[in-house]
């Protein structure tokens, strides 16, 4: 199948990229390069630098790659700056995606995978979370995440889309050849990594005292192979109607137990400041995914926090400075 994976030089496009091709697949990643780097574009893919936003790139794109289906990446992603930058997500999101279905239907490409948000729960009924849960988006971010899964489910009834919104919860680990290297680097177990690598001298723990087993926040972390693995199984089901996930680990795992379990994969001393709260952040977070291992059979290879690190251990260590300065072995 041909696919276009748009955002394919960040890191899920780059992982998706990767095992698709691994599957025999034909790629062309479209990417501004704004937030993915061009050495993380697997080998074997076409490469368009382009902008979402810019229409006329987007639709000649399509209309030359003939593509069967598209996955969905490209994104202004972070929640916090969302916040204080509403403008940025609410418009550049959504205008982003709109261009995408817009050229999809104009070249009569139908199937896609969104890459949709957690973000949708902010203030979620019950644990785990699954997808009869009530969507309150927590920030401009996970709104925008919203507005496109209710473009689908219209461009479902009045173009014969078929789409999966997959929204997932804290991606983490890595492949062989590609893991996170973002900048500002946010999410905690890169983090943590960074301070057994003496790159960081310390993570600081925002709050522990929630009523949780160790006093820290608990959060559902999923490998990144189990991720794509789950987006390809949804577009191989798409002839069988529309689909919405959640996806998870279906367990959490504090924040000290992500230490914890970096300290002993790494072997190194993991130096901890404990600061006050962030604002919004809940106790718990956990992702119920239920329906897409009966439906289609899904089961996390990675189901321990220590197998996602070993990974993420691995990649940061042969790569300590990201992809710019060590990009993956050909």
């Given at each position: 199948m041909k696919i276009l994976v748009t955002g394919g030089a960040g890191y899920i496009g780059s992982v998706a990229t990767e095992l698709l091709?691994?599957?025999?697949h034909s790629v062309l990643v479209f990417d501004n390069l704004q937030q993915g780097h061009e050495a993380a574009i697997e080998p074997?893919?076409?490469?368009?630098?382009?902008?979402?936003r810019d229409y006329a790139a987007i639709d000649a794109a399509i209309k030359g790659f003939a593509p069967a289906a598209v996955m969905h990446f490209a994104a202004n992603s972070l929640v916090g700056v969302s916040m204080?930058?509403?403008?940025?997500?609410?418009?550049?999101?959504?205008?982003?995606?709109?261009?995408?279905?817009?050229?999809?239907?104009?070249?009569?490409?139908?199937?896609?995978?969104?890459?949709?948000?957690a973000n949708l729960f902010a203030d979620p009924l019950k644990?785990?979370?699954?997808?009869?849960?009530?969507?309150?988006?927590?920030s401009p971010y996970g709104e925008s995440k919203g507005i496109l899964e209710r473009m689908l489910h219209w461009l479902s009834v009045t173009r014969g889309f078929r789409y999966a919104c997959l929204r997932y919860f804290n991606a983490a680990g890595?492949?062989?050849?590609?893991?996170?290297?973002?900048?500002?680097?946010?999410?905690?177990?890169?983090?943590?990594?960074?301070?057994?690598?003496?790159?960081?001298?310390?993570?600081?723990v925002f709050g522990d005292d929630y009523p949780t087993s160790d006093g820290t926040c608990i959060r559902d972390y999923i490998h990144i192979v189990d991720l794509i693995e789950a987006h390809i199984l949804a577009l191989g089901a798409l002839d069988g109607g529309n689909r919405t996930y959640n996806l998870g680990n279906g367990q959490g795992f504090s924040v000290?137990?992500?230490?914890?379990?970096?300290?002993k994969v790494t072997g190194r001393?993991?130096?901890?400041?404990?600061?006050?709260?962030?604002?919004?952040?809940?106790?718990?977070?956990?992702?119920?995914?239920?329906?897409?291992?009966?439906?289609?059979?899904?089961e996390p290879k990675y189901p321990d926090i220590e197998s996602i690190i070993r990974t993420?251990?691995?990649?940061?260590?042969?790569?300590?400075?990201?992809?710019?300065?060590n990009p993956p072995s050909l």
């Open positions: 091709i691994q599957r025999g074997g893919a076409q490469f368009i630098r382009g902008d979402l204080r930058e509403p403008f940025e997500y609410l418009g550049d999101n959504i205008v982003a995606g709109l261009n995408l279905f817009k050229a999809m239907d104009a070249h009569g490409v139908r199937k896609i995978i969104l890459s949709s948000t644990m785990p979370i699954d997808e009869d849960e009530r969507i309150i988006p927590g890595a492949t062989e050849r590609h893991g996170e290297d973002h900048h500002p680097e946010l999410h905690l177990i890169p983090l943590v990594l960074q301070v057994a690598l003496g790159q960081r001298a310390k993570i600081s000290r137990q992500v230490i914890e379990a970096a300290e001393k993991i130096a901890v400041e404990i600061a006050p709260r962030r604002p919004g952040d809940p106790a718990v977070l956990v992702a119920g995914s239920a329906r897409i291992k009966r439906e289609l059979g899904w993420a251990w691995a990649w940061h260590s042969r790569h300590p400075r990201g992809y710019e300065k």
